[in-house]
T-cell receptor, first 116, second 110 residues
Framework: KAGVTQTPRYLIKTRGQQVTLSCSPISGHRSVSWYQQTPGQGLQFLFEYFSETQRNKGNFPGRFSGRQFSNSRSEMNVSTLELGDSALYLC???????????????FGPGTRLTVL | QKEVEQNSGPLSVPEGAIASLNCTYSDRGSQSFFWYRQYSGKSPELIMFIYSNGDKEDGRFTAQLNKASQYVSLLIRDSQPSDSATYLCAIPDSNYQLIWGAGTKLIIKP
């Protein structure tokens, strides 16, 4: 089974631009979570989608948004980029079964965004 | 608000020794616990999860859970330089999220 894929892997933008990142979960997974990770920092939760609905949202400004499609693929968008948005953006999917395995998250390789 | 605490390290361990990583959590009702490994510049990968008190072994890795004391540990036996990474502890909350610790950086010295 293919793992979580993220595109693009690397991205360079300038301040004020916007960016869209894409995530395709493992086949059959319906939950997709997004995280931001800056150097030396832990995982900062952005939002989580399940069946095209945003179930949870972290403490990020409204410039950060996301959506999920009917095939469970997800996108996140960052508008009006700031220098501080430079980070590794990670997407993770979770299996649909009940029990502890439902909480397991499988990560994609990430998109490294650099804002100049 | 559930919290997960980890010592940020770095924890330096000689090659071949046992590395012991600890994680404490605030919610006594937590049921399952996850350990992930993250190499520098890479994404986290699942090592194992545990939900019963006691030990769970997988190869050189052993997770130990003590719900009464609210801590979960990860032991790495016969540590190798390739084990050098940041180890993240995570606990589910009631809203389908994982609450993450900040991670412990482990350095295995040859």
């Amino acid at each position: 089974k293919a793992g979580v894929t993220q595109t693009p892997r690397y991205l360079i933008k300038t301040r004020g631009q916007q960016v869209t990142l894409s995530c395709s979960p493992i086949s059959g997974h319906r939950s997709v979570s997004w995280y931001q990770q800056t150097p030396g920092q832990g995982l900062q939760f952005l939002f989580e989608y399940f069946s095209e609905t945003q179930r949870n949202k972290g403490n990020f400004p409204g410039r950060f948004s996301g959506r999920q499609f009917s095939n469970s693929r997800s996108e996140m968008n960052v508008s009006t980029l700031e220098l501080g948005d430079s980070a590794l953006y990670l997407c993770a999917s979770s299996p649909p079964s009940s029990g502890p395995s439902t909480d397991t998250q499988y990560f994609g390789p990430g998109t490294r965004l650099t804002v100049l | 608000q559930k919290e997960v605490e980890q010592n940020s390290g770095p924890l330096s361990v000689p090659e071949g020794a046992i590395a012991s990583l600890n994680c404490t959590y605030s919610d006594r009702g937590s049921q399952s616990f996850f350990w992930y490994r993250q190499y520098s510049g890479k994404s986290p990968e699942l090592i194992m999860f545990i939900y019963s008190n006691g030990d769970k072994e997988d190869g050189r890795f052993t997770a130990q859970l003590n719900k009464a004391s609210q801590y979960v540990s990860l032991l790495i036996r016969d540590s190798q330089p390739s084990d050098s990474a940041t180890y993240l502890c995570a606990i589910p909350d009631s809203n389908y999220q994982l609450i993450w610790g900040a991670g412990t950086k482990l350095i295995i010295k040859p």
